[in-house]
């Protein structure tokens, strides 16, 4: 894919790294994206429900190119804010870039902000439009005061000191304004940002395609029986996009955090 111009990633929570890094190398991707929840180890595994599961991803964190002694794929790893970790960010990124000198990102992403009205909304659009009973939406809210002024201000001020270390990213609004728009009106998309929708998809383990990563209910193709051109050409993601270009993202996508552009540490 590489070799043809298409940038591709590869997400995982890392319990199988060590397992397929040599699979991961083959593969020839652009970017490798780890999630880490905590640089607690007790409190990442609690998370995820897997004892151990912090060590064994730390230890194989950049088995994908160091073995090989090879620059490629560009490794992150990635934390999800959420209202009872705002105090954890500058442990965390201190923690990994003093681990793993040799990382390329520590993002801090804004989490995902659906309430019970935007997820009915999405939900209507699947099914009345496109004939699909979306699942993805469900569960995962936020309640509109998960995140208080005085939290939006702490947020605030870790994001600016965090955009002056190497290497860091966020994902997200990092002013002050952005961040209580973005928590205090969810139903609000961003003015003039697009969904990566109108440059890709998202391949899924069993081969099918899907729109969205975060919310994978309409499904383009598959893999198996379908080249990717066909795929993206084909009749179901026309219609998305054009779908998309009508009315913008509807109800738990318009508050997606990757319709901010990400915005890297001032500090390269
Ligand atoms: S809603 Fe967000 S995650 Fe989903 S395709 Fe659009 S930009 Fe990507």
Same mark, same amino acid.
């Given at each position: 894919?590489?070799?043809?111009?298409? &940038?591709? $990633?590869?997400?995982?929570?890392?319990?199988?790294?060590?397992?397929?890094?040599?699979?991961?190398?083959?593969?020839?991707?652009?970017?490798?994206?780890?999630?880490?929840?905590?640089?607690?180890?007790?409190?990442?595994?609690?998370?995820?429900?897997?004892?151990?599961?912090?060590?064994? @991803?730390?230890?194989?964190?950049?088995?994908?190119?160091?073995?090989?002694?090879?620059?490629?794929?560009?490794?992150?790893?990635?934390?999800?804010?959420?209202?009872?970790?705002?105090?954890?960010?500058?442990?965390?990124?201190?923690?990994?870039?003093?681990?793993?000198?040799?990382?390329?990102?520590?993002?801090?992403?804004?989490?995902?902000?659906?309430?019970?009205?935007?997820?009915?909304?999405?939900?209507?659009?699947?099914?009345?439009?496109?004939?699909?009973?979306?699942?993805?939406?469900?569960?995962?809210?936020?309640?509109?005061?998960?995140?208080?002024?005085?939290?939006?201000?702490?947020?605030?001020?870790?994001?600016?000191?965090?955009?002056?270390?190497?290497?860091? =990213?966020? @994902?997200?609004?990092?002013?002050?304004? $952005?961040?209580?728009?973005?928590?205090?009106?969810?139903?609000?998309?961003?003015?003039?940002?697009?969904?990566?929708?109108?440059?890709?998809?998202?391949?899924?383990?069993?081969?099918?395609?899907?729109?969205?990563?975060?919310?994978?209910?309409?499904?383009?193709?598959?893999?198996?029986?379908?080249?990717?051109?066909?795929? &993206?050409?084909?009749?179901?993601? =026309?219609? &998305?996009?054009?779908?998309?270009?009508?009315? $913008?993202?509807?109800?738990?996508?318009?508050?997606?955090?990757?319709?901010?552009?990400?915005?890297?540490?001032?500090?390269?």
């Amino acid at each position: 894919m590489r070799k043809r111009g298409v &940038w591709t $990633g590869f997400s995982t929570n890392g319990l199988l790294l060590g397992k397929y890094h040599e699979r991961i190398l083959d593969a020839d991707i652009d970017m490798l994206s780890v999630s880490i929840d905590s640089h607690y180890p007790e409190v990442h595994d609690n998370i995820r429900g897997l004892p151990g599961l912090y060590e064994k @991803t730390c230890a194989h964190l950049l088995d994908s190119r160091t073995r090989k002694g090879l620059s490629r794929p560009s490794v992150k790893v990635h934390f999800t804010i959420l209202p009872g970790n705002i105090d954890e960010m500058r442990g965390y990124y201190e923690t990994f870039a003093s681990r793993f000198p040799e990382l390329d990102m520590i993002k801090f992403h804004f989490p995902r902000f659906a309430t019970p009205a935007m997820a009915e909304e999405y939900a209507r659009v699947l099914r009345t439009e496109f004939g699909v009973e979306p699942t993805s939406h469900l569960g995962n809210f936020l309640n509109i005061d998960s995140f208080s002024d005085e939290d939006c201000a702490r947020l605030h001020r870790n994001l600016q000191y965090l955009l002056e270390q190497p290497k860091a =990213s966020v @994902t997200g609004p990092a002013d002050l304004e $952005g961040i209580l728009h973005y928590f205090k009106s969810p139903d609000l998309p961003p003015k003039g940002d697009r969904c990566a929708c109108f440059k890709s998809m998202t391949v899924q383990p069993d081969g099918s395609v899907v729109n969205c990563a975060d919310y994978p209910d309409l499904v383009y193709g598959n893999i198996q029986s379908q080249s990717l051109l066909e795929i &993206w050409e084909g009749e179901i993601a =026309s219609r &998305w996009r054009a779908y998309l270009e009508r009315h $913008g993202n509807p109800g738990v996508l318009a508050r997606c955090s990757r319709l901010y552009p990400g915005i890297n540490s001032k500090a390269e």
